[in-house]
């Protein structure tokens, strides 16, 4: 423990002893590992053991020191031998593994800690950054009912405690301009930077890339993976990715008539329009509604949001994969296939098989899940359930902000944009010159340039970043690739050029289409299914934790623009 002196940072002293500590539970659980899998106990008993056997150890030994001292007194043939290997024993055996994975361990755990005494500077965080690193239980209900205490008595501490500490001042501009920059909301899954972009849960695109499970070693995050870091703070384990994965499929059967209700619908309607409607259809079957009408304590409402929640993550691909077929192709369902994960079942439903369009899927689920909750789509969801509407109702809420072009609709808007400057000059191989000149027509004529700008980001959206990443890797020589390569050296110049832009760099809309073009997915006016279909994933957790945190009605003041003149008269 010399080496905890040294160190700068209390936090770092506890989180080195949290790591000894759990050392010790590390070798007896491996020691007891194999009579587990024998008796076939549950990891959280054979952790609960674990504990009791770490207090124990001491008293335990003790006694069998005592046993071999009363043996050693009326056994005349314990020799002076047998002492030294019994000594050896304990030493060899014992004592020195411990040792010796204390302190490799202890180094390791000290590397790691200080890569990031750069980022992570209290306790708290440190302590949030420990909670990622590992859950025991493969299933999310279980998990999760676990944490919904511990989370309750954090926001009871901090309403009781800190009711009255200032997040800001609401200024003039915000009533006008969108509300932008006031805090007013709780969102637990993810916070935008303006310039680093979306943290789900504390963790980068690239770093949920690196640590979330794929569906093969070094593969794209798994859209369940990003689900249970979401809804856990935690950090899934494969296994606990398959169960869920399972668990999904298990739910994922769609009643006749929400079909049906689609098929109301021309073929000519919008595919949002198509989406929203499946999920009002699948709203029939809400556990919250019954479970509300059967006159469930307040206490218990998050647990049938939970029901609704994965039954409509589960059902949504399904839907859409029948909105696609329905609408482009030849309106044969396929059926979901047991084999495969959330994302690439989800590819398949739309009539994908292509290996690398499977894992793209999983990347763009992913990505498009969560980007806190002021955007629309997720603002939207969070205020609709607040009266204690069920998921459903909030959902398709958020679904019809997202078909806004502004918002998701924009991923839309992007690809025929790039389809318009191919038809203009016959081919997608342009030079700066006419680019550029596209980009002024477009200005030109009040329109804005679709897939650029944000209401939050400053810099360029990682999840361009990572689209651009996966295309360098897998399409590097698309002509609609390069083009979009070159949009991105043009446009910025040009809107920061306009004096107004806040933000001239692209954002996650920017890059989507020319990928899902690539892999044969063409039809553009589909492409904002496929992000509300994504977005159940970042939307849905927060519900739950809304009815578990007992959120309460949303309602904010608002002001008529007389008492706004007035405010403002008696100021200045
Ligand atoms: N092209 C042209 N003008 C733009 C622009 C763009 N890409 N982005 C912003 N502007 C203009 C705005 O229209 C506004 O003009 P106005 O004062 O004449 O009304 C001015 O610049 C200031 O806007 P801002 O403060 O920079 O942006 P905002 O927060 O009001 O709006 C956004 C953000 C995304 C709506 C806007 O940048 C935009 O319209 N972008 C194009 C559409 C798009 O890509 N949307 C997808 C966003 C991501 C998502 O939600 N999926």
């Known amino acids: 423990m010399a080496c905890l002196c040294c160190m700068e940072d209390l936090d770092f002293s506890i989180l080195l002893a949290i790591e000894i500590m759990s050392d010790y539970e590390l070798l007896y659980m491996l020691r007891e590992g194999s009579k587990r899998r024998r008796v076939g106990t549950?990891?959280?008993?054979?952790?609960?053991?674990?504990?009791?056997?770490?207090?124990?150890?001491?008293?335990?030994r003790t006694k069998l020191l005592n046993n071999r001292n009363h043996r050693s007194q009326t056994t005349t043939a314990s020799t002076a031998t047998q002492k030294q290997n019994h000594?050896?024993?304990?030493?060899?055996?014992?004592?020195?593994?411990?040792?010796?994975?204390?302190?490799?361990?202890?180094?390791?755990?000290?590397?790691?800690?200080?890569?990031?005494?750069?980022?992570?500077?209290?306790?708290?965080?440190s302590v949030r950054w420990l909670q990622t690193q590992?859950?025991?239980?493969?299933?999310?209900?279980?998990?999760?009912?676990?944490?919904?205490?511990?989370?309750?008595?954090?926001?009871?501490?901090?309403?009781?405690?800190?009711?009255?500490?200032?997040?800001?001042?609401?200024?003039?501009?915000?009533?006008?301009?969108?509300?932008?920059?006031?805090?007013?909301?709780?969102?637990?899954?993810?916070?935008?930077?303006?310039?680093?972009?979306?943290?789900?849960?504390?963790?980068s695109i690239p770093e949920c890339q690196k640590k979330l499970p794929g569906a093969f070693p070094g593969g794209e995050p798994l859209p369940e993976a990003v689900l249970w870091l979401l809804l856990t703070g935690k950090i899934p384990s494969k296994e606990q990715v398959d169960s869920l994965s399972q668990e999904l499929r298990s739910r994922a059967t769609i009643p006749d008539y929400a079909y049906k209700a689609i098929d109301a619908l021309p073929v000519s309607a919008h595919p949002m329009t198509q989406f929203t409607t499946g999920v009002m259809a699948l709203q029939v079957q809400s556990e919250f509604q019954k479970a509300y009408e059967g006159g469930i304590a307040k206490a218990r409402y998050w647990e049938p949001t939970y029901e609704d929640s994965l039954n409509l993550i589960a059902r949504l691909p399904a839907i859409?994969?029948?909105?696609?077929?329905?609408?482009?192709?030849?309106?044969?369902?396929?059926?979901?296939?047991?084999?495969?994960?959330?994302?690439?079942?989800?590819?398949?439903?739309?009539?994908?098989e292509d290996p690398?369009?499977?894992?793209?899927?999983?990347?763009?689920?992913?990505?498009?899940?969560?980007?806190?909750?002021?955007?629309?789509?997720?603002?939207?969801?969070?205020?609709?359930?607040?009266?204690?509407?069920?998921?459903?109702?909030?959902?398709a809420a958020a679904l019809n902000g997202l078909a806004g072009p502004l918002h998701g609709l924009a991923n839309q808007e992007v690809l025929r944009w790039i389809r318009s400057i191919v038809a203009e000059f016959g081919t997608p191989n342009i030079s700066t010159e006419q680019l550029s000149d596209f980009i002024y027509k477009t200005l030109n004529s009040g329109q804005v340039v679709p897939g650029y700008g944000h209401g939050v980001l400053r810099q360029t959206d990682p999840r361009y970043t990572c689209q651009r990443e996966f295309a360098l890797k897998h399409l590097p020589n698309d002509p609609l690739f390069q083009l979009v390569s070159k949009i991105k050296e043009v446009v910025p110049p040009i809107l920061t050029k306009l004096g107004k832009v806040k933000n001239p760099w692209p954002n996650v809309d920017a890059h989507s289409g020319v990928l899902l073009n690539y892999y044969g997915l063409t039809e553009e006016n589909y492409y904002t299914v496929l992000f509300g279909v994504a977005r159940?994933?970042?939307?849905?957790?927060?519900?739950?934790?809304?009815?578990?945190?007992?959120?309460?009605?949303?309602?904010?003041?608002?002001v008529t623009l007389e008492k706004l003149e007035q405010l403002c008269g008696k100021s200045s």
């Not at 549950?42 to 150890?57: A, D, I, M, P």
């Not at 593994?97 to 500077?121: C, D, E, K, T």
């Not at 957790?541 to 309602?555: F, N, S, T, V, Y």
């Open 356 to 395: 690398e369009m499977l894992e793209f899927m999983r990347l763009y689920v992913s990505i498009h899940s969560d980007h806190e909750g002021g955007n629309v789509s997720s603002h939207t969801a969070h205020l609709v359930a607040s009266p204690l509407s069920d998921p459903y109702l909030a959902f």
């Open 42 to 60: 549950s990891h959280k008993e054979q952790r609960g053991r674990c504990r009791e056997r770490v207090g124990n150890s001491k008293p335990k």
């Open 536 to 558: 159940s994933i970042g939307v849905a957790p927060q519900l739950i934790w809304d009815r578990a945190l007992g959120m309460p009605l949303e309602r904010p003041k608002s």
């Open 134 to 203: 590992s859950s025991t239980n493969t299933d999310l209900f279980s998990e999760l009912k676990e944490l919904v205490p511990e989370y309750q008595e954090r926001v009871k501490k901090l309403k009781k405690e800190h009711g009255n500490v200032e997040l800001g001042k609401i200024t003039v501009d915000m009533v006008l301009g969108g509300m932008r920059g006031m805090t007013a909301l709780l969102w637990l899954g993810s916070a935008v930077d303006p310039d680093e972009g979306i943290r789900f849960r504390g963790m």
């Open 87 to 125: 000594h050896h024993f304990w030493l060899v055996q014992v004592v020195w593994p411990l040792v010796h994975m204390a302190f490799f361990r202890s180094i390791s755990a000290l590397s790691r800690l200080r890569s990031r005494v750069g980022q992570q500077s209290n306790l708290a965080d």
């Open 320 to 352: 859409a994969a029948y909105i696609y077929r329905r609408k482009y192709k030849d309106g044969k369902i396929i059926p979901l296939d047991d084999s495969l994960d959330y994302g690439a079942n989800y590819a398949h439903m739309l009539g994908f």
